[in-house]
């Protein structure tokens, strides 16, 4: 019953805002109603339920994810495109703070198929991230013993956590070429001898 009104979006960007802040549990359709300055009973006319509000954030966030890495140009080194790739994500967090916040923390509460479909974008993503890596290590621009899942961990778990300590107005490139230079420096040189 997705229907794209402005009043409609409102209450989507009031849902990722509420889901941030309280969780989605925390969140009663009461303070969603409230926050769109309508009764609860007629907030039904918008939503079928508060499933439907956070797997459509859920999606938004699996989208704008997916489009940060895909700007990224295919003829750039993987180096390259770890990096933009690190920044794209970072971005998105300082962007997208509530909506980054909620992909991140919530979507184990999605139920049934809305959680598959999720479940399936984020390994969608964590899968190209491993793919920057394991082109770098077959390119020789990373050792050749790097472990693209542990670098991917990594990668994601530094990026990931962002919603909890990037501050307003931080430049978020910044942070990321920082991340950018610790991260890649241990990929670089010789494999560990044997």
């Known amino acids: ?23 989605y549990h925390g969140t009663s359709v009461g303070d969603l109603a409230e926050a769109l300055g309508v009764q609860k009973g007629s907030l039904y006319s918008h939503i079928e339920g508060k499933q439907e509000l956070l797997h459509e954030t859920m999606r938004d966030g699996a989208e704008a994810f997916h489009a940060a890495l ?5 003829r750039l080194s993987a180096t390259e495109k770890i990096r933009l790739a690190l920044r794209g994500h970072l971005g ?11 992909f991140v923390q919530e979507w184990r509460y999605l139920e049934d198929d809305r959680r598959e479909e999720v479940v399936a974008e984020r390994r969608r993503y964590e899968e190209r ?34 919603y909890t300590w ?24 010789y494999d560990t001898p044997a």
Do not use: C, Y
């Open 129 to 162: 991230i491993r793919a920057f890596f394991r082109e770098g290590r077959e390119g020789s621009e990373f050792r050749t013993d790097l472990d693209e899942n542990a670098a991917a961990l990594l990668f994601l778990s530094a990026a990931n956590w962002a």
């Open 92 to 102: 998105l967090v300082a962007e997208q703070l509530e909506v980054a916040t909620v």
């Open 1 to 23: 019953m997705e229907i794209s009104t402005p009043r409609r979006q409102e209450l989507s960007r009031h849902a990722a805002r509420l889901f941030a802040e309280k969780g």
């Open 166 to 189: 990037l501050r307003p107005g931080q430049d978020s490139g910044a942070v990321a070429d920082a991340f950018f230079a610790l991260l890649v420096d241990g990929m670089r040189g």
């Open 70 to 74: 895909d700007a990224i140009p295919e």
